[in-house]
């Protein structure tokens, strides 16, 4: 959640983690969000969602940011495992170039946005090319090491836009 | 000409649909309906701990996250037969209140009307007359001149920037689309409010849910969310009454502006409550419990038989061995196979064993089974659950399904019958006539929560035991798009075997053993179409479902082929 009464001295980021964590590595970007929060303590303009495949119950979150940062699998007719970071127009090109057999995929959230200009000014994306999107919760190995590198991808983004996360203590295996 | 078109996927639904239908004269003479995806979900909860399978359910869907979640929390205690304390329920039913409202609310304007409403238009109509029509329905307050022309500047700059994105696959200047210039632009203007006012029935599911779109406070034995008035940390009064403000946002466009929308269109669509009857047999489930154990509900639900309200049976309660009973899945055309010699198996002892051929019209051709009740296909949804409701005399339902059908009348010039609902319209107007009812549900479980309170009654959750041996149990919703049923068997407190009968399942199979189509695809025969190329009416039948497929998958092959194909014989 947003504080709705504080006026944010930075524009507040969103990192969106989408995908399906019940098919591999096609859960892959929310496997990333789930260990950003769980290693690192986020600024307060900084806001981790765990997007599943969910369309238009995330216009609000995404009406609450200046730039969205968008972690998702992709086709990129690379290696599985390749990452690559696409920004501005280049996102919602993405996302166009495929039939989504989602009711409302990202692009028509985006367009969604843009009509009721709430669209964020700022719009980057770190796809990584899935190799295993059979059933089941654990990545593949390729996945895993893919999840390992688009994490600090997005720390990255976050360290270029003004809004370093802090390493939390490490955890006792 | 007689020809074969195949839609594939179906668009501005969730998941992957195929759709067949042969076309001779201008009308559908046969239809498939075809799941592509596998939805192998219930293999994943096997062998887990009862108490986490809601976590894995609500990943079954994107659309679908807190139907799933609340089904499979309610299978898990109907097998523990444990009770849920009252301000469980009533906070589990707030949220799906206000899901139910954001996912009708969303599916009329952001999915189905676009097949009625010409955006492009729109873009022509004139403000004064979009304004006046708007007012002449209802009293909404986001009906003057200045919203209308706001609505019309916007889509301009938007569709002038050539980002038609959602737009993109209307079938814009279509012949059956009927609408003047400026009914589209009023139904426009609407869409986009829209887009604003689902995001209050969001927050509330937000509030209540400690997150969307993953709810995050559900167990089994009831909700973990701590109440306490004086808190901060908690469930407060601060937040049940910012709750409060936000039903009171939705409800003027609830009921006055999705309601007149779907009256007028209705109305000026009229000819459509000749098509798309297909299946009357109609199968929907009581909810909003009212007590611990699921004895009493806010909403009626049961079965109707051939269309005839008279013969309605009611399902009373979550130990109801009429429904309990009655389910079976059959494979005869699903790519499955099932051990042994069943043709149909029981939820219980339901199997997901996949066995794909090719598409064969006489043979298998779909990943969706086919649910039968007490052996017959049943359709589900808001229209089966609104005629429950009418027959069992639920006074808010009876209340705003009349209040729609005179002002459908009166735009249409003549008294629309009941009966007119067993079509394509009749399923868009049911959704809108619920939408309304569950408005008031809304704010009636909003004011049970608070007098339960204000007895300093406190309690949210119980907690589970396991026995050791084998249970079974099964929860029910009655869920936007219809009945949803989880059904668990735990042995030793372990998930043993799951299976989710979901809406779609019982509308989008494909025939059963005996060759009776199902519901989509009965729906479809005789239907009109214009233009194969261009089969818009094949979309406006199956929108009409709300299609919610797949649950499952989210990428695709950005292959580019056509959408719809289109075969001479």
Redo the contacts between chains.
Sequence with gaps: ?HAANTVAPVPNILVLG??????QD?GIGVHVVERLQARYRLPDNVCAL???????????DL?ACQHLLVVD???LDAPPGSVREFFGDAV?AFF??????????L??L???A???DALPAGLSLIAIE?EC?E???EMSATGERACELALERVIARLNALGAAPTLLQARVA | MKARVVID?I??????LRVDVEVDGGRVTKAWSSGQ?WR??E??LKGRDPRDAWV?AQ?????C?TVHAITSVRAVENALQLPVPLNAQYIRNLIITAHGI?DHL?HFY??AALDWVDIVSSLKGNPLGAAALAQSLSDYQGNSVQQMQAARD??ST?VASG?L??YASGYWGHPAMKLSPDANLMAAAHY?QA??V??SA??I??ILGSK???IQNLAVGGVANPINPDSQSTLTLERLYAVKALIDQLGDFVHNAMMADVAAVGALYAEWTGYGKGITNYLSVPDLPLDEMGKTFELPGGHIRDGDLGKFHAISDYQDAFFRDGVKEEIGHAWYQYQGNDNALHPWDGQTEPHYTDFQDDGKYSWIKAPTFHGERMQVGPLANVLAMAAAGHESTNRHLNKLIDQASAVAGSRIPLTALHSTIGRIAARAVRCAVLHDSLVNQWNLLMANIAKRDFDTYNRPTFPKGEIRGFGFHEAPRGVLSHWVVIEDGKIKNYQAVVPSTWNAGPRDDQGRPGPYEAALLDNPVADPELPLEVLRTIHSFDP?I?C???????QQRP?VQVKAF
Excluded at chain 1, 50 to 60: A, E, Q, R, W
Excluded at chain 1, 96 to 105: A, M, V
């Design positions: 959640m989408i995908g399906n964590l019940l098919l096609e765990d997007g599943g495949t969910s369309g238009m119950t995330l216009l609000d009406a699998c992709g086709r919602p166009q170039q495929r039939i989504s057999p989602h009711q409302i995929g692009s028509d985006l367009a969604a843009a009509l009721i899935p999107i059933l089941g919760t | 996927p668009t501005r639904i969730e998941g992957h995806m192998g979900i293999l994943i894995f990943r079954i869907c994107g659309v996250t954001h969303v952001h999915l916007r889509l938007f980002q994105g959602v986009l887009l604003e689902q995001r969001n927050k599911v937000a969307t779109p993953h919610c797949a499952a998958i989210h990428m695709t092959d950005p959408i």
